[in-house]
């Protein structure tokens, strides 16, 4: 299954399933941000976050973060505004780079799918992702790269 038909099947199977508003924050598309390189980490603006949604702002669920000196993007999922979860976007089963849907992260080249903490879900990997440690700091959000 390729990643248009996955999240076409997993928006499909949300809305089956009757629970409307879960799938419209799983569904929702990446937003990217570039990370600002800072001397023990990455940061962004906790204004990434937030998006226009019928002239109202809302907020974003997660967002995938890049950058230069990256060799794979960071997925930052916001557990509430003080607390988030940092996870390389690297499949511990072969490394391939894993896709984020909603609160969730999966691979197309074996089917391994992660949970917003890193958790593995599916195989065939066995390995949960690697996490960093966040902070958050001035409406900047730091990911500890150590
Ligand atoms: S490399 Fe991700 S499941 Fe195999």
Request: glycine letters at 8%; aromatic letters at 10%; one cysteine or more.
């Amino acid at each position: 299954m390729n990643r248009r038909d996955f999240i076409t099947q997993s928006c499909l199977t949300c809305l089956g399933a009757g629970i409307f508003p879960a799938a419209l924050s799983g569904c929702q598309s990446a937003h990217y941000a570039t990370g600002v390189i800072e001397t023990n980490g990455i940061s962004v603006a906790q204004a990434e976050f937030v998006f226009e949604k019928k002239g109202q702002p809302a907020i974003r669920q997660f967002i995938v973060i890049h950058h230069d000196k990256l060799e794979f993007p960071i997925y930052l999922y916001r557990i509430s505004d003080s607390e988030y979860s940092a996870l390389w976007m690297r499949c511990t089963h072969q490394g391939s780079e894993l896709n984020a849907s909603g609160d969730h992260l999966y691979c197309t080249s074996h089917g391994s799918e992660f949970d917003f903490k890193g958790n593995v879900k599916q195989g065939p990997a066995e390995k949960n992702l690697r996490t960093f440690k966040t902070l958050v700091q001035h409406e900047k959000i730091l990911i500890e790269l150590t």
